[in-house]
């Protein structure tokens, strides 16, 4: 049964069924029907308004959330930087912005904005499940490299799992082994920062587990975490600053192999490589649309190759009791061959030994290196280096000196130690998810020095003739996070009495990469 409703309340029905609340006089008594009519054609053009501007505010809404994608899929595309919200003092993330955005709707709408922020926050709430979370509010990106590595030697070597050198078998000792290893696994963090100073700012952190073995039993497969690298950076549109630790800026590549991750492949044959403090300034001019000239300076920690006295408390190594910093430079051309990256650098290395009782040496080394394409499927990439007592860095058989007796002795004559090396490798791209990779290197310390004295020796370490070692290896990739590796090596190394020792080492490297 139907309620009498007056024909006074019309306007009132009306207002209810477009399920709008204006406020429009409902009047006691029935108006004109020219009067009624034109209040009908202003409800229904307000109500039009209405949805033209809540459909302007979604789509504002949606195009924002687009642009704001599209930018963070091409800084994830661009040179290895991490994919990263662009901030603003306002709105410094992509949540600010939308909420705003949708603050804006909701004010000019009314309450039929409600879905649209609801199906957004659900959209928000999705995404926050899915990335790093950080105090500063900047997106963190997490990456590592799950990596286990199943090795076989023949011969004895300095380190079973990644050797470096060829030793003289002792008495009784089998002649060779077999293992696995994954203190090779490898973490990192990267994070984004505000403008500061018209600079974009950036920073990362890497650890793995190769920082030795616990004392303990089965501590052999319990490896100890370990700083690589901590770098953080401002960039301007030409200038860049990055302070902390790194590779030595002025021998930036390394040979490419999954068998030695924890140090890089010739690290004792040729490749200057320690990660090392340092403050770096560098300046990019364009040379043209495709290539560029960049010029790197800076100053680094003076290491050199004498072990921590104690297990808590660091001591001054030579370099650092010299009381002055290591000084570098880099110039590079970065351009494009065969449509392939391409680069061609040469660097500068100086750094101060202080030996104690006033016995000073002064290291310095001239490095080369060259990154080149040789057509669509091959490329030639590798170093070369001439210098004095660069074994902080990896040179001269990690030592910096010859002595006739205890370098810590003051009547013990010292005197720095010349070496030469390098390193070269051909890529062959056989397709795009195979490569094949074969590599030479080799440190040589000077003769003429070793002949100075008939027992030469320097810092802890046995000094060295001359290293070599060689690669080749295969690397297939089914799945861009899928990395399956097999490496034969050969490594010969000589010492200073004529003698010299062999050994081979296989390694099959299964990694995950994420």
């Known amino acids: 049964m139907l309620r009498h409703r007056p024909r006074g309340c019309l306007c009132g029905l009306i207002l209810s069924v477009v399920g709008l609340s204006l406020s429009v006089p409902v009047c006691a008594q029935s108006p004109p029907p020219g009067e009624l009519q034109s209040q009908v054609d202003a409800l229904r053009s307000s109500l039009g308004d209405t949805r033209a501007e809540l459909q302007r505010s979604h789509q504002e809404v949606v195009d924002l959330r687009r642009r704001l994608e599209d930018l963070e899929t091409r800084l994830g595309a661009s040179g290895g930087k991490p994919a990263a919200q662009t901030p603003s003092p306002e709105y410094p993330t992509l949540e600010d912005a939308l909420k705003a955005q949708q603050s804006a709707a909701s004010a000019s709408g009314g309450e039929a904005t409600q879905e649209h922020e609801d199906m957004l926050a659900a959209r928000i709430e999705e995404q926050n499940q899915t990335k790093v979370e950080s105090a500063s509010r900047y997106k963190v990106k997490l990456s590592g490299l799950v990596l286990m590595n199943t090795y076989s030697n023949r011969g004895a070597v300095d380190n079973t799992d990644v050797p470096g050198l060829a030793l003289p078998r002792a008495p009784g000792q089998t002649n060779g082994d077999f293992g696995a290893t994954l203190r090779q696994t490898l973490l990192g963090l990267e994070v984004t920062g505000p403008k500061l100073a018209g600079a974009s700012t ?123 910093p290591a000084l570098a430079t880099h110039l590079v051309w970065k351009g494009s061959l065969w449509k392939q990256p391409a680069s061609l650098g040469v660097g500068g290395y100086y750094e101060r030994q202080a030996w104690g009782f006033n016995r000073n040496v002064d290291a310095w080394a001239g490095t080369a290196d060259w990154a080149l394409p040789l057509g669509q499927w091959l490329g030639l990439s590798g170093e070369f280096y001439r210098g004095r007592a ?60 070793l002949r100075i004295f008939p027992n030469p020796m320097g810092s802890e370490l046995p000094a060295l003739g001359r290293n070599q070692s060689l690669f080749a290896n295969s690397i297939y990739r089914p799945r861009s996070s899928l990395i399956l590796a097999l490496e034969y090596r050969r490594l010969r190394t000589y010492f200073p009495n004529d003698s010299k020792s062999s050994a081979d080492h296989v390694n099959l490297a299964i990694g995950v990469a994420f």
Do not use: C, M
């Open 390 to 449: 660069l074994g902080g860095l990896g040179g001269g058989g990690w030592n910096s000196i010859v002595a006739n007796g205890d370098p810590d002795l003051g009547s013990t004559s010292i005197a720095g130690l010349n070496t030469v090396g390098g390193w070269s490798q051909l890529k062959i791209k056989a397709a795009p998810k195979l490569e094949f990779n074969v590599a030479a290197g080799t440190d040589n310390p000077l003769a003429s020095d």
């Open 202 to 324: 950036a920073a990362d952190v890497q650890v793995d587990f190769f920082g030795g073995f616990p004392a303990y039993q089965f501590g052999t497969s319990a490896g100890l975490v370990r700083l690589r690298v901590a770098r953080a950076s401002l960039d301007w549109s030409g200038t860049k600053l990055v302070i902390g630790q790194d590779a030595p800026f002025f021998s930036p590549l390394s040979p490419t192999s999954y068998a030695s991750v924890g140090e890089p492949a010739f690290a004792w044959a040729g490749n200057l490589w320690v990660w090392t403090p340092q403050i770096r300034v560098e300046h990019r001019w364009s040379v043209s649309e495709s290539s560029g000239v960049t010029l790197q300076a800076g100053i680094l920690d003076p290491l050199t190759e004498y072990f921590n006295d104690t297990e808590f408390y660091r001591t001054p190594t030579p370099g650092e009791s010299s009381r002055q």
